[in-house]
């Protein structure tokens, strides 16, 4: 828009009268700078994408970048021409040894064991040529030195500076050129920062790119933070998921170990499926003592907010969203279990909006302080505390219908969705507050064989938390119920499959083996290159985050390796102190810390109802492994009109076990290997296999002999 103004102002005008001048404007097309501006886009979009212009020039950081990678070269220059120019005249000299001495001509005679019949040709060649070495030096010197009398001692400069370009070139050929000699090389470093050769090479060794592929480097190397980080494509049909996977060979091919090589696909609009990220520490990433929590330094939190959980290694901060979420953390014990699932607690404690239930069935001191803050608190491993956090999910349950019942009588701009939002969880007449329930140890409850009876059913108290958290993790979070649970058994006996499939985030610390591992992350993680039985023993609190929504390491990362905070108990005291303050202030201390611990009044048949039990829903059978591996793997391709053969040989590579180990197992589970053909590259193949209609039949077999006539009977397999 222009303006004209209708008269000019006095040049001693005051500012309020230039404040209250009138002016009179109008407006006008500015098409031609419109035109401009949408030119210098299409310019500026083709720099950005052309791959006519070298990489350097593409941003800021880059250049920048690359101008330190010229200042670094030039200085480093003439050391490197100095070394360069030795190397080559090494070769010289041993290509000049090799054929004074006829070596070529000896080692041919004496494969042929004619040495003696040819040793006197030989001493004469290697007489001419010592006679034609030296008639060509006399006579270059004789030429060089009549030069320098008539032309001065620059040609003496000359003849030297075209000499050692010479040997200069010749030094940089590679070992096992013509004249080099292969020798023992010293320890590997990452000299791939300065040469990315280097990292072509270490992609063939690791079998991730063929002989004759090469990658395309997309930002140089550069220095972020202690380590070095570099952006590559691969060539076509290659996968960043393969890379991913097969992370420790490229480390080794790296020459460093694993917990130092970070590897991410390039995702969004920058990244396709072979554009692939590295990262690589100068040293254990993870061997620094570990950094206090965040959130001793803020006075209170927004639950709203994610939680400042832990650091990867390349010491970014990636904190956990919780709200409309659940937590699985599994590990073994004396790895930083609990200390992780107190981090996740910190945040809400520091919230004075929200209602805590916290049942530690560790029966220590690690969540003794939460009782100042908690509305119900519970330590404890006997068969009475199970059926007091019985008690508690029921109330819970029943907490969760009434939020869902009052939704619905709620306007659209109160409640535009049937979700909770911040200002209904801080709307104290609603009375629906962010409830997040802690459950530590919890195989325990899972475990207990306490009889119950729900609406004429008999099943154990076990079984009914079970029903009761699968309940909660499907439904709870949009009303606002955040359900966290850790354990140190992570195994298929332990944690339901059906319970495990609805908790959104999962955090695995180190377990025993991939199957543990796979149990709390997922099913075949393992095989996409996230494994927490490979964390090192001496790692505390280094775990594999699979998060359930956007954080701060990105929206689309599937999992990423990370290092808690550390809170002990001194600091979980301050919290737990600090968060009773603020709930004392705003009014919101309720049940047990407000020493109001009464049992809550429950409706177990209603309840029951809702839930449903284990009984009333013929509750779906663990599957054994491999072969629940084995039907994860083959997904749709199980349902009849999928596939119809399976190699053994896929299936061995795909989930990475023994052969013959797996194929006993296999036949005990009703799977009997078969020959079958199959398409390659080279034509038609005969293997050895399984076909998925006896897959199937396993299974349905197995789902059958589990119940028979309504009761439940133990499989021989």
């Not at 791939?192 to 280097?198: A, G, L, N, R």
Request: one cysteine or more; aromatic letters at 6%.
């Amino acid at each position: 828009m222009n303006a004209r103004e209708g008269g000019s102002l006095p040049v001693q005008a005051s500012a309020r009268e230039v404040v209250n001048a009138v002016l009179d404007g109008e407006f006008v097309n500015d098409e031609p700078s419109a035109r401009r501006m949408a030119w210098a886009r299409r310019v500026a979009d083709w720099w950005r994408r052309s791959p006519r212009v070298p990489v350097g020039l593409k941003s800021r950081r880059l250049e920048v970048q690359a101008v330190k990678d010229g200042v670094v070269a030039v200085l480093r220059s003439p050391l490197r021409f100095a070394r360069a120019v030795v190397r080559g005249l090494v070769v010289a000299v041993r290509w000049w040894r090799s054929r004074v001495r006829v070596a070529d001509y000896r080692a041919a005679a004496e494969q042929s064991e004619k040495l003696a019949d040819k040793f006197a040709d030989i001493r004469a060649l290697g007489l001419f040529r010592w006679k034609v070495t030296g008639a060509l030096v006399a006579t270059t010197a004789v030429g060089v030195g009549v030069l320098d009398l008539l032309y001065g001692h620059r040609v003496l400069w000359s003849c030297g500076t075209v000499v050692a370009a010479g040997l200069a070139l010749l030094g940089r050929r590679k070992d096992g050129s013509p004249g080099r000699k292969p020798v023992l090389s010293g320890p590997r470093t990452l000299t791939w920062t300065m040469d990315p050769q280097v990292l072509v090479d270490a992609f063939r060794d690791a079998k991730l790119i063929g002989k004759d592929e090469t990658l395309r480097l997309v930002e140089r190397a550069t220095r972020q933070g202690d380590g070095w980080a570099v952006t590559v494509d691969l060539p076509a049909t290659r996968k960043a998921a393969d890379v991913i996977k097969h992370r420790e060979a490229l480390a080794s091919a790296l020459a460093v170990d694993e917990v130092q090589l970070v590897v991410e696909r390039v995702r969004g609009n920058g990244g396709h499926a072979g554009r692939v990220a590295l990262w690589v520490a100068d040293e254990d990433p993870y061997s620094a003592p570990p950094e206090r929590t965040p959130l001793l330094a803020v006075e209170r939190w927004d639950a709203w907010r994610p939680v400042p959980f832990r650091r990867d290694a390349r010491q970014r901060r990636v904190d956990l969203p919780l709200v409309w979420t659940s937590l699985l953390v599994g590990a073994i014990p004396r790895q930083g279990k609990t200390f992780a699932a107190r981090l996740a607690a910190a945040g809400l404690v520091l919230d004075p909006f929200t209602r805590l239930y916290v049942a530690d069935f560790k029966a220590g001191k690690d969540w003794h302080a939460a009782a100042q803050v908690a509305h119900r608190f519970m330590a404890g491993d006997e068969p009475q505390h199970v059926l007091t956090l019985v008690d508690w999910l029921v109330e819970l349950v029943a907490e969760v219908q009434g939020r869902y019942r009052r939704m619905r009588e709620l306007d659209d701009e109160v409640c535009p969705e049937s979700k909770i939002t911040p200002a209904m969880s801080r709307d104290r007449s609603l009375d629906m507050p962010i409830t997040a329930i802690f459950v530590d140890e919890v195989q325990v409850p899972l475990e207990d064989r306490t009889p119950l009876e729900v609406q004429g059913k008999k099943l154990t108290a076990g079984e009914y938390v079970g029903e009761l958290l699968t309940w909660l993790a499907r439904k709870g979070p949009a009303a606002g119920i955040v359900l966290v649970v850790a354990t140190q058994r992570p195994d298929s006996r332990t944690i339901p499959s059906n319970l495990r499939a609805v908790l959104g985030s999962r955090f695995a610390l180190r377990v025993m083996d991939w199957r543990d591992s796979n149990i709390v992350l997922g099913e075949q993680m393992n095989t996409r290159g996230y494994d927490s039985s490979r964390l090192l023993a001496g790692h505390k609190g280094v775990g594999i985050l699979r998060p359930d929504g956007e954080t701060t390491a990105g929206a689309d990362v599937l999992a990423v390796t990370v290092r808690t905070y550390y809170m002990p108990n001194e600091d979980w005291r301050t919290i737990c102190t600090r968060g009773r303050a603020l709930r004392e202030a705003e009014g919101t201390l309720t049940g047990h810390a407000a020493g109001q611990d009464t049992r809550p009044m429950l409706d177990h048949a209603a309840v029951a109802r809702a839930v449903g039990t284990v009984a009333e829903r013929a509750e779906e059978p663990e599957v054994p492994e491999p072969l629940a591996s084995v039907v994860a793997y083959l997904g749709d391709d199980l349902e009849p009109g999928g596939r119809e053969f399976v190699p053994t040989a896929e299936l061995v590579a795909a989930l990475e076990v023994e052969p013959t180990a797996f194929g006993l197992r296999m036949g005990e589970l009703g799977c009997r290997p078969t020959r079958g053909r199959i398409t390659t590259d080279n034509g038609v193949k005969q293997v050895r296999g399984y076909l998925v209609a006896d897959i199937r039949a396993a299974l349905t077999a197995l789902r059958e002999s589990t119940v028979v006539d309504g009761e439940v009977v133990e499989d021989d397999t």
